[in-house]
């Protein structure tokens, strides 16, 4: 995988993506600012120099590792256009509910190039 991807994208720091999303907590921009560091690691240890053929993300129910692993497929594309990407999930219903938060995810958090 790494060896299609262009090394810059390891480098991304992500200043064209938009985790608030309309969230007006006091803590928003703390996790907004969380997931973009998370999502940054991800690529550095996917696309980095010493690339790993996968990670698992995990944390507390309600962190934002949805929009981590959105932003992660966001930065794929924008770097490579043509790029494949494989969400697997458990069933019909989850796979459609991914989809539909992808769409929503590139219309609402992802600015254009």
Known sequence: MPDRYP???ARDQLR????RLGIRTP???EHANRQIRTARGLL????GPRPVP???LGDE???GKTYEAL???AAIFRHQSSARVLVLTHSHAMAQTWADRWDWFRKS???PK
């Not at 064209?16 to 985790?19: E, T």
């Open 7 to 9: 090394r810059s994208l």
């Open 16 to 19: 064209w993506l938009n985790l």
């Open 27 to 29: 803590d928003a921009a």
């Open 44 to 47: 550095q240890r996917l696309f």
């Open 54 to 56: 996968g990670v698992i």
């Open 61 to 63: 129910v309600g962190m």
């Open 71 to 73: 932003a992660v497929i």
């Open 109 to 111: 958090a992802v600015a």
